[in-house]
């Protein structure tokens, strides 16, 4: 057996925890470059803590200009905040945008040169200064997770830095800091969880060598991540359709908060898988939320290598609280998918990728560039040619899972 975990050294999870953000940065760093949005940092939790730090500390910069899918641009303007109060500790308030850019800078910070040097797995050439990552989602797990997503001009899709120095060193997960996000982000960002999770527990197995787990960032399921996903599954399952429709539902609020840490457990060692890798393109071209485009694409895929995970996908229905006794593996995974086509309605997920501006003309070109993001497409337990890729996407683009079977003519 060779596996590996992965994990900030301290993961703090529950009501309340926000608290322990001042002491935790202080014993970091004395020079704080704290990231956030403007929206954010004008809610008075926030606020809250931002002033807090500064009592602590000899000295913080704020960067709260953070804009959606860390475009390269923000990356710039926040290094130059961060060399502007000499920066020994980054601390990271908001969403996964936030999360991924306090990474990015936090690397710069440390190796010089611009998010470029970086892209791809492992290129990252050693640990970065602290930093302390505390979200106000309970979707990307970018707290937990080796990976910062990168939106670059010069390219037609995200790109990714992905490393193990990159995992934050602190992690501070209050429920309390998601109370007030909105119906639409809490929707996108918990399905986006959920994807973490099956993408995880459907991931394809590896074998690996022994210098694999240090040059490699993901690596397929083992049975720690299963484990991890199989509960994170579980708790969102039950609690994100009430959180959509009752933000203040603090049990479904907790749930979900716990369901996104555990999913983001599971998939910074297994990764994501085909959803993710297809939604690269498809989210660069149509300036559509991550979340919302990985959710319309999870049921297509699941469906595409239902052969190979049928018998996942059984255990996931009974994981989600639905009656499969005495169904074969086949009629379960049916209920499974059916049921979350049903999920994805209920929170707001457009059904096809044409209700979100995808001309089907662009299907064949976003299937062969999703094939090219290897650390992601290698964990699909289906076919991953290009001619099935593209044939999911046009699934997707009906609207009927079932159009994702090739002919031989089309093999």
Known sequence: MLETVRGPRQLIVGEGVAQNIPRVVAECGSRVLVVTDRVLLGQPGVAEIVAAV???VAAVGVFADATPDVPLSDVALAVSVAAEVDADVILAIGGGTVIDLGKIVGVIRRHGGTPRDFY?????????????????????????TPVSVLTDPDRELKVGVSSVHIVPDFAIVDPELTYSCP????????????????????ARPRAHGPRDPVEQVFLGRNPITDHYALL??????????????????KDARADMSYGSMLAGLAFAHAGTAA???????????????????????????????????????????????LDVTDASDAEAADTFLTWLDGLLADIGIPATLADIGVARADLPRFAEMAGGVTR????????SDTA????????????????????????
Request: charged share 15%; glycine share 10%.
């Open 183 to 202: 119906a639409s982000v809490t929707a996108h960002s918990g399905i986006d969880a959920f994807c973490h999770a099956v993408e995880s527990y459907t």
């Open 54 to 56: 500064r009592e602590k």
């Open 232 to 249: 994170a599954a579980e708790r969102i399952a039950r609690s994100l359709p009430h959180v959509v429709r009752d933000g203040g539902n």
């Open 376 to 383: 992601l497409i290698q964990n699909h337990p289906g076919p």
């Open 275 to 321: 959803p993710h890798a297809l939604q690269y393109p498809i989210g660069a071209a149509t300036h559509t939320p991550h979340g919302l485009g990985v959710g319309l694409l999870l049921p297509y895929a699941l469906d595409a290598a239902r052969d190979a995970i049928a018998d996942r996908l059984a255990i996931l229905a009974k994981v989600c609280g």
């Open 120 to 144: 791809g797995e492992s290129k990252v050439p050693g640990p970065t200064i602290p930093l302390v990552a505390v979200p106000t989602t309970s979707g990307t797990g970018s707290e937990l």
């Open 388 to 411: 099935s890729l593209t044939a999911i996407l046009e699934a997707a683009w009906i609207g009927d899972r079932t159009r994702h079977v090739l002919t031989p003519k089309q093999r």
